[in-house]
């Protein structure tokens, strides 16, 4: 008898399953490439997955092995400007979800709320005309509000520009993040009755 929505969420057993790369059957940790990804992360908290559910995207896709580098200890956690560390401390420095983009501009380039909405919209909705608009905004921004040279605002820029290609803000990817490390948590420790389940 479970109650799905109050099952333990360091569950040591559903951990070891997806460091093993046994996800056939999960929502949204299966298939070659996620399965690679999860072997190599080793995920050892439920923030990991919701991680994985977000960078698995055309937007941030280019990013999962810096993350994985950056959590296994084997690059160093860097931040493109220090006030990024407020953050990004929890995914190591790397860009993930689409609000590290809107926090950046907040933060490092000045931007008011509102502002940063024009920014979500040209973003989320791949407008080119409104990025082309947004690029020179947040490039200036970034030199008066952050005290960057033009290069430190640019590479930072370049960053963003997959995201058009398509990224999950935060609260996305931790409502995915839940629903698959619930069916992970089942078939780790339910595993006959889960994938019967699976199968029907």
């Not at 399965?35 to 995920?43: G, N, S, Y």
């Not at 896709?61 to 990004?88: C, S, W």
């Not at 401390?89 to 609000?99: A, E, K």
Request: neutral net charge; hydrophobic residues 40%; proline residues 4%.
């Amino acid at each position: 008898d479970i109650d799905i929505e109050n099952i333990p969420l360091d569950d040591k057993k559903t951990f070891e399953m997806l460091a093993r790369g046994e996800t056939l059957g999960l929502f949204q940790l299966n298939g070659g490439g996620m399965t690679r990804a999860l072997i190599e992360l080793k995920p050892t908290v439920i923030y990991d997955i919701n991680v994985m559910v977000a960078l698995y995207r055309p937007g941030p896709m280019d990013n999962i092995n810096e993350y994985i580098a950056r959590k296994q200890g084997q690059k160093p956690v860097t931040y493109m400007h220090p006030k990024m560390k407020n953050f990004l401390d929890t995914t190591f420095g790397v860009l993930v979800y689409q609000d590290d983009l809107l926090m950046t501009a907040i933060e490092v380039a000045g931007y008011t709320w509102g502002e940063v909405d024009k920014f979500r919209k040209a973003v989320g909705k791949k407008i080119p005309e409104e990025m082309a608009k947004q690029h020179v905004i947040f490039v200036e921004g970034c030199m008066k509000h952050g005290s960057m040279t033009k290069a430190g605002a640019e590479a930072i820029w370049k960053l963003f520009e997959p995201f058009q290609g398509y990224g999950f803000n935060k609260a996305h990817a931790a409502s995915y993040g839940k629903v698959a490390y619930q069916t992970a948590y089942m078939k780790a420790n339910f595993p006959a009755i889960y994938m019967s389940a699976v199968l029907t």
